[in-house]
């Protein structure tokens, strides 16, 4: 049976302070839709379950269950910094300071930020003042620029010269089929010259781009070429992992994560 979690150890053995995640739908408390290891708090199983998950995600982490800290996520620009402050608001406080965001920062050791998806983009990301970033990238998002939000925040808290990404399991573009009002949207964000890398295929009307290719380029803005890493796992065809192309919106979430280790 696959682990409940994977890691790269591409991205991993760059920085040893780093500790980094990918969920698998395996070895989970849910049932029916949402089997068996669903992270999603928002995609209508039932939160008790949820919790269990979260739980068993904390022990693999060796960490508390509540210092696993994932936005709502609304395919909003919006970057939320994880502070003290934030870690000493109410579970319900923290669900509307968290309520329209995409991405998270934090400098917090053992506090893990993630994303949850089942498609979309998950992107994660430090810098060498070891502030690292967990950036949730449909092309709603990507599209309003919430890959510059997660950067500028990052930059704003310990600007750096030096930053590594990895880019998780998402949907591939030939799946990922979209309609020309959505396209031309990507047309607005884009040079003519990026187009050509991110639309795999037009079929018709049917334009099928590659929103992992986009989300990269946007990442090359940032850092070097060499330091974005790729897990190159297509998340419809792998069943593994969620996919609400393949299976509907009532299915479960998978989480990509990372944690400053801290020193005990």
Same mark, same amino acid.
């Given at each position: 049976? /696959? ?20 969920? @698998?739908?395996?070895? %989970? ?7 068996? $290891?669903? /992270?999603?708090?928002?995609? %209508? ?10 739980? *068993? *995600?904390?022990?693999? /982490? ?5 210092? #696993? ?12 910094? #994880? &502070? ?13 300071? *968290?309520? @329209? ?12 930020? %993630? ?9 994660? !990301? ?11 990238? %449909?092309?709603?998002? #990507?599209?309003? !620029? ?20 990895? =880019? !998780? ?9 979209? !309609?020309? &009002?959505?396209? =031309?949207? $990507? ?8 187009? &050509? ?9 049917? $334009? ?19 330091? #974005?890493?790729?897990?190159?796992? &297509? @998340? ?12 509907? *919106? ?9 944690? /400053?280790?801290?020193?005990?």
């Amino acid at each position: 049976m /696959l682990e409940r979690i994977i890691r790269s150890t591409d991205f991993e053995s760059q920085n040893p302070r780093i500790d980094h995640f990918v969920t @698998t739908r395996s070895n %989970g408390y849910s049932t029916s839709a949402y089997s068996s $290891f669903n /992270l999603g708090k928002w995609c %209508g199983e039932d939160p008790e379950t949820t919790r269990f998950n979260y739980k *068993l *995600l904390g022990k693999e /982490l060796h960490i508390d269950s509540n210092n #696993i800290i994932v936005p709502r996520e609304v395919h909003s620009n919006e970057t939320v910094v #994880i &502070d003290e402050h934030f870690l000493r608001c109410s579970l319900v406080e923290r669900e509307r300071l *968290l309520a @329209t965001a995409d991405a998270l920062v934090t400098r917090l050791p053992r506090v893990a930020i %993630g994303v949850t998806t089942a498609d979309c983009v998950p992107i994660i !990301g430090y810098n060498s003042n070891d502030t690292i970033v967990a950036i949730h990238a %449909g092309w709603r998002g #990507i599209v309003a !620029g919430v890959i510059e939000s997660a950067f500028k925040k990052m930059q704003e808290i310990s600007p750096s010269q030096d930053y590594r990404f990895l =880019v !998780g399991p998402c949907i591939d573009g030939d799946s990922y089929e979209v !309609g020309e &009002d959505v396209w =031309v949207q $990507f047309k607005d964000r884009f040079t003519d010259a990026e187009q &050509d890398k991110i639309l795999r295929k037009r079929v018709g009307e049917k $334009f099928f781009p590659d929103i992992r290719t986009a989300a990269s380029i946007q990442l090359e803005q940032h850092c070097r070429t060499n330091h #974005i890493k790729q897990i190159q796992i &297509d @998340t419809y065809s792998n069943l593994n992992f969620y996919s609400v192309r393949r299976d509907g *919106l009532k299915t479960g979430r998978f989480v990509t994560g990372i944690m /400053l280790k801290g020193t005990n």
